[in-house]
């Protein structure tokens, strides 16, 4: 379903050109559940980011189920993201001042997901995911592993059949992490799951295929275990793709809105700040004017005619 031919991806800098892929060749297919490995800088989270379509590749061609996609503008990318892709990075790209119900329902918003099931399908997804206890909590409050669960949640509330990792676990402690794989492991079932690691240990045991970077090249890519009959492999349906698409603008207003007063405090002192330095900046102006006047009132009493200045009041 994905494919990757003679891949390339270079960075320019200012100086120099750095490589981020070189000749990549891979195929991955359902069910998958593929384990990339390398040292740091070896190009994992650039062969993550070039299959997700966040970034572009130079040379080569990648298909997306049998689609070429070097023709693939802005558009076409967001569109191949939102319906096929769930990324889940150490980052933790959630929403700090929502609360964890706030976080998934965003996600099914931006899926158009109907908006009577919305948060029952939301309150599902955080039982899922074993967090139900902090549903209304902050996520900034949350720990690591609970704001990682939150991600998840988000992530399955696209229901996206290709799930990408990028270092899931590296902020988190042994336990947390195992329980974080152990879940991905669950909830990736019949999917395509991609996920990089330094700790390649921990996702040994589920691991059906491994592969290793070295400076951009792939330098072992080894499937590990017969990798099972896939019965009910998931399919996208291409009406998903064309109701998933940019948010409206309803939609973005009402997230504007409602992160503005998700910190009520900031808000309060935001608005505080603008109203002192708007004052501040009248009474300046206030002075000058004024100053300007009695410099012209002097003026207009010098009767000598060959320095006379004419003033017109505003
Ligand atoms: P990894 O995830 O394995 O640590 P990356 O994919 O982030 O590695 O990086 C691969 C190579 O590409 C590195 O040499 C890195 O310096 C370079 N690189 C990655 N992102 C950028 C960028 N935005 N600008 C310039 N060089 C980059
Ligand atoms: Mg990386």
């Not at 023709?71 to 150490?90: F, M, P, V």
Request: charged content about 25%.
């Amino acid at each position: 379903m994905i494919k990757l031919q003679n891949i390339s991806k270079y960075y320019h800098t200012s100086n120099s050109v750095a490589s981020g892929l070189q000749k990549v060749n891979l195929e991955f297919s359902m069910g998958e559940f593929v384990v990339v490995t390398g040292q740091s800088g070896s190009g994992k989270s650039t062969l993550l980011n070039v299959i997700s379509g966040l970034d572009s590749y130079e040379e080569g061609e990648m298909y997306l189920f049998g689609e070429e996609t070097s023709h693939y503008l802005i558009d076409d990318w967001e569109k191949y993201r939102a319906s096929n892709i769930g990324y889940i990075s150490q980052n933790y790209n959630i929403i700090n001042s929502f609360t964890v119900l706030q976080n998934v329902l965003v996600a099914l918003e931006l899926q158009n997901y109907p908006k009577e099931n919305r948060k029952k399908r939301a309150l599902e997804l955080i039982e899922m995911v074993g967090i139900s206890h902090r549903t209304h909590h902050k996520a900034g409050k949350l720990s690591g592993g609970e704001k990682q669960r939150t991600v998840i949640a988000r992530a399955l509330a696209k229901d996206a059949p290709i799930i990408v990792c990028d270092e899931p676990t590296g902020n988190l402690d042994t336990q947390s992490s195992n329980a974080i794989i152990a879940l991905i492991e669950k909830l990736g079932k019949n999917k395509l799951i991609i996920l990089v690691t330094h700790n390649y240990e921990e996702v040994e045991h589920i691991a059906t295929r491994r592969i290793r970077l070295r400076d951009g090249e792939i330098i072992e890519d080894q499937k590990i275990v017969k990798q099972e009959a896939v019965n009910q492999v998931q399919k996208v349906d291409p009406e998903k793709q064309t109701i998933k698409g940019k948010p409206s603008w309803y939609t973005l207003l009402h997230f504007a809105f409602r992160s503005l007063f998700a910190t009520p405090k900031r808000l309060f002192f935001m608005l505080t700040l603008q109203t002192i330095i708007t004052g501040i900046f009248i009474l300046i102006y206030a002075y000058l004017m004024f100053s300007s006047d009695l410099l012209v009132g002097e003026l207009a009493g010098d009767n000598d005619s060959s320095h006379r200045v004419e003033v017109v009041k505003r």
